[in-house]
């Protein structure tokens, strides 16, 4: 039998957040050879808070490595030192011959490898690198993500999605939106490790809060829906509204609302934990473009802790409405939470959840890597 074609991963920094990308090839690098190159964001720097503590992070893993193993799989992991920008002309030129440069070795294996990119940065190095097929895997429709330059991304992905063999997309709505630019495409939604989340995890070592904890995490950004946050806050009597993770220019008026309590990020293995902790796991972000295009991880995640779980409904969250409370107003989501605070999950979205078992990373890893492999 054959070897497995190797594989060539432009993405988000390995191991710095555990994206559907990293969960997928944590899988298939146990079992085929994947060279994984780090890449910078999609965010244009600032000068603020954010961008400098990022930036002293890209900055200490350019310094102190440029290749690594990963627990002794077949992945290998490459960290070329980039230009902090792709938005002008001259900054894309640098940073894709930096790219092509740093794909050399594992472009010329033999038999020529299968590249695979998340990023709608890189349509200079279709052609450049070579390749036996390119692959988007289309995670998110970035263009309409606050705070980045949204018509580049737009001008960039178009040119992407008519130079590669194959779109991956990770929700209807991206499907939608790569048809849109005349890309039809494959749908892959999002996986769970339901072992993981129905571990412990590590310990916290967190403040002490009122309970009960009314908890959600991941990015805290303009995607989320202050007034949600605030009637949540009116009508609760006690408790804690605890947010967790980075900041990206919040409305700073939900961080001081009554109530609302924000720590960073934590490690992802302490998650379990604090979903222990909460009472409810929420996810209160606008129905606004970008939240319409987006797959969040976390909602498979929060559906695996056994929590009652309340979301805004959006096209991501609407096919899970057996499974967790789907609410389309702030009113309503301050009611149910508060009601699932009292009452706990309900045996109907208990059971409802049983079809998480057919969503392991494992079983979309395998159909992943299929669609590279198929002819």
Known sequence: MPEPVPLLVFSDDWGRHPSSCQHLFRVISTRRAVTWINTIGLRPPRFDRATVTRGHEKLGSWLTHNA???NGSALRVLNPVMWPSFRSRLARWINHRILARAAKPASRLEPDPIVVTT?????????????SRWVYYCVDD????????GETLRRLERELVERVDLAIAAGESLQSHLASLGKP????THG????????????????SLPEPL??????????????LIEVLSRRMNGGTILLVGPQDCPDAGMLSLPRVRMLSAMPFEALPALAARASVLIAPYADIPVTRAMEPLKLKEYLATDKPVVVRKLPATVPWADCADVVDSPESFASTALERVRTGLPETQRQARQRLEAESWAAKAAQFEGWLDAE
């Open 142 to 149: 970035y263009s309409h993500w606050p705070g980045l330059a």
């Open 185 to 188: 495409s494959v749908l892959l």
């Open 214 to 227: 009314v908890v959600f995490w991941g990015l805290i950004d303009r995607r989320m829906d202050r007034e």
């Open 192 to 207: 769970v490790d339901l072992g993981f989340w129905r571990k412990p995890g590590i310990p916290l070592g967190m403040p």
């Open 68 to 70: 690594s193993g990963v």
């Open 119 to 131: 990023l709608p940065l890189l349509p200079g190095l279709v052609g450049r690198v070579r390749a």
